[in-house]
């Protein structure tokens, strides 16, 4: 492989399988990951995503496939490279600092030669020159993470490993530290590969999700791609407040219990479908619910208020339900009939009636 190639891919796993016994915790996973990228391993607990950064990282070997890092190859292809010959930094849930030494001594760990210089551009990186001389229980969690990124990044990993970053951190806190984690390994150039159950987190602060399920990755892509037109219903459920609304497929779009939606409001519709029994993925936003003029929709079986909006949960004719987002100036009551109106601002998702 030529340098240039290897620079533009750092981290690739062809066709990687791991087994604990006859299961299989990682089947056939195969990604690139381009130099500086940040990708989220999304996904339910028990997927495979830890076994994937471990796989990385060294503390396991593939059964079957090949993992290169920078375009060597360190598992599977006839070698292994030892995890302390990788240049790979992993940063845990739990920070795993060294609670006896200072701040600046924990970034200090990883670089042989001690340089002050590095330790001092990676406490300015993470914010923390003013707490050097601190010991980690001397710190909030928000600083332990920024210690423990420091540390990894310090050595000037190839790749920067992140397993449940944020799991320690309360939700508020959560939400801040995300944008700083993207900031420092933006700033630091490092190719990032981070593992999560929370969608809202792989949306926010990742250039691409892969999504998996039961050890295979389902769809890898930008966010709004990923969020917007899912390639299965999995993915679709993974990624939150789905709503299926069922139809038909017409020369004109597909014919729904809320009207017809055009076919340029359809992702990928073709001619060829006409007639098919389908289901049209629906998110909150683009649904609202209005008061009827004659006959509803259907009618509000639950009301969430989450501080931003409301979303109220609307029983079809039918059955099927439909999510509809509001800001908080309009009010629905439980049990209110109401109409449905799409308002599609980007082609909706479809799957193939499983009914
Ligand atoms: P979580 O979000 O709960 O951490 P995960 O997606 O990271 O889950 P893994 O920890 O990678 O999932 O586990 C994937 C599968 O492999 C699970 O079914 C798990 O029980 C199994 N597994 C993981 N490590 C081992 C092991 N050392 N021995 C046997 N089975 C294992």
Not at 5 to 12: D, G, I, M
Not at 156 to 164: A, F, G, M, S, T
Not at 229 to 245: C, I, K, N, Q
Not at 266 to 285: K, M, Q
Request: proline letters at 5%; charged letters at 30%.
């Amino acid at each position: 492989m030529s340098k240039t190639a290897a620079r533009q891919n750092v981290l690739e796993l062809d066709g990687v399988t791991k087994r604990y016994g006859e299961e299989s915790a990682v089947e056939e996973l195969s990604v690139r990951v381009r130099d500086g990228e940040f990708l989220t391993l999304l996904g339910p607990s028990g997927c495979g995503k830890t076994t994937t950064l471990r796989l990385v990282a060294g503390l396991e070997t593939p059964d079957e496939g090949e993992v290169r890092i920078a375009g060597t190859s360190v598992a599977g292809g006839g070698r292994t490279v030892k995890p302390e010959n990788r240049d790979v930094g992993l940063v845990f849930q739990e920070f795993a600092l060294f609670p006896h030494m200072s701040v600046e001594e924990n970034v200090a760990f990883g670089l042989e030669d001690g340089d002050d210089d590095r330790v001092d551009g990676m406490l300015e990186l993470v914010g923390l020159e003013e707490h050097r001389a601190k010991k980690p229980d001397q710190l909030s969690g928000g600083q332990r993470q920024r210690v423990a990124l420091a540390r990894s990044l310090a050595p000037e990993p190839d790749v920067l490993l992140l397993d449940e970053p944020f799991s320690n951190l309360d939700v508020g806190l959560r939400v801040r530290m995300r944008e700083e984690v993207r900031r420092i390994t933006k700033e630091a150039g490092v190719t990032t590969v981070s593992v999560t159950h929370d969608q809202e987190e792989a949306l926010s602060i990742s250039d691409r999700v892969g999504v998996m399920n039961d050890g295979r990755l389902e769809q890898v892509g930008d966010p709004e791609k990923v969020f917007q037109t899912p390639e299965s219903r999995f993915v679709a459920d993974f990624l939150g407040h789905a709503s299926f609304v069922p139809g038909t497929v017409t020369d004109e779009g597909v014919e729904t219990p809320l009207g017809t939606v055009g076919t340029a409001n359809i992702e990928g519709l073709t001619s060829e479908y006409e007639g098919a029994e389908v289901d049209i993925l629906v998110r909150p936003d683009d649904a609202k619910a209005l008061a009827p003029d004659g006959d509803g929709d259907g009618r509000i079986i639950h009301r969430t208020y989450d501080g931003p909006s409301f979303t109220y949960r609307v029983e079809l004719e039918g059955g099927d339900t439909v999510h509809c987002m509001h800001n908080h100036t309009e009010s629905f009551e439980v049990g209110d009939e109401v109409r449905v109106r799409l308002e599609l601002d980007h082609p909706l998702a479809w799957y193939p009636s499983e009914k």
